[in-house]
Antibody, heavy 114, light 107 residues
């Protein structure tokens, strides 16, 4: 069974950093591009970025470049999203998704507030 | 970047109705169009890929079509379990972009 499980969310102060994780199982992680998507409360889905199977290439939405960094550890079957200098506008549920968009994690909530 | 214009934003409908949601791409995306269903508190569920192909386990009352740069998701006979938000996604090129969403609700 394919599973994606995000973790690392919570309440964070403006300007702080946070690293989200997505642990996968049930498929060969190192064969797939992986994506991050977020959804602010009551809003639509927003693509953050993606990473190539071997981790050698990443692509980001223009609005995410510079503050968000996607990485992966294929030995640990884990995808990461490093968030820095977070702002209130980064408050959202963050999802990881597999290359084919057919499998998503359950989402992890990040709240940026003082 | 490719923009996806989705309409309507809200769609009141009755059980048994035939409903259609549309997305228009700002440039050619071929058939690289997916549709997702999202229920409150849940992750998005892939419904349609390649513009017209039903994802595994999706009821046959759902269908996808394309006319030029316009892409449509149609539910032939609305059931109560179909009440949800729906999003299109262009997967032609990164950065991938979603439509703004359609809230399907009971009239």
């Amino acid at each position: 069974e394919v599973k994606l499980v995000e973790s690392g969310g919570g309440l964070v102060l403006p300007g702080a950093s946070l690293k989200l994780s997505c642990i996968v199982s049930g498929f060969t992680f190192s064969d797939y591009w992986m994506r991050w998507v977020r959804q602010a409360p009551g809003k639509g889905l927003e693509f953050i970025g993606e990473i190539k199977p071997d981790g050698s290439k990443t692509n980001y939405a223009p609005s995410m470049k510079g503050r968000f960094t996607i990485s992966r550890d294929n030995a640990k079957n884990t995808l990461y999203l490093q968030m820095s200098s977070v702002r209130s506008e980064d408050t959202a549920t963050y999802y990881c998704a597999r290359q084919d968009w057919g499998y998503w994690g359950q989402g992890v909530m990040v709240t940026v507030s003082s | 970047d490719i923009q996806m214009t989705q309409a309507p934003s809200s769609l009141p409908a009755s059980l048994g109705d035939r409903v259609t949601i549309t997305c228009r791409a700002s440039q050619d995306i071929g058939n690289y169009l997916r549709w997702f269903q999202q229920k409150p508190g849940k992750s998005p569920r892939l419904m349609i890929y390649g513009a017209t192909n039903l994802a595994a386990g999706v009821p046959s009352r759902f269908s996808g079509s394309r006319s030029g740069s316009d892409y449509s998701l149609t539910i032939s006979s609305l059931e109560s379990e179909d009440m949800a938000d729906y999003y299109c996604l262009q997967s032609k090129e990164s950065p991938f972009t979603f439509g703004s969403g359609t809230k399907l609700e009971i009239k």
